[in-house]
């Protein structure tokens, strides 16, 4: 996440993957091709910080289920 609202996204081949159509605005992540909006959560838990963020996969969008949430630790 950059500091301009950008996102760039790696994936386990090493790719990475800009687009703008995936953005986040304060404490959220919009994601115009999905239309999809979630929330991240920055926690600092015993001296480490760490994001929380929703996950909406198909599941989510076609049947209404709740989201998951990726827990991601700052290096």
Known sequence: MKENGEIITKF???SLVE??????SQDMVVN?????VSKCIIKEIEGETYMFYEFKNGDYIFNGARPLYYVMKKQ
């Open 19 to 24: 687009s703008e159509e995936i953005y986040w």
């Open 32 to 36: 115009q091709y999905e239309d999809t």
């Open 12 to 14: 386990k081949d090493g």
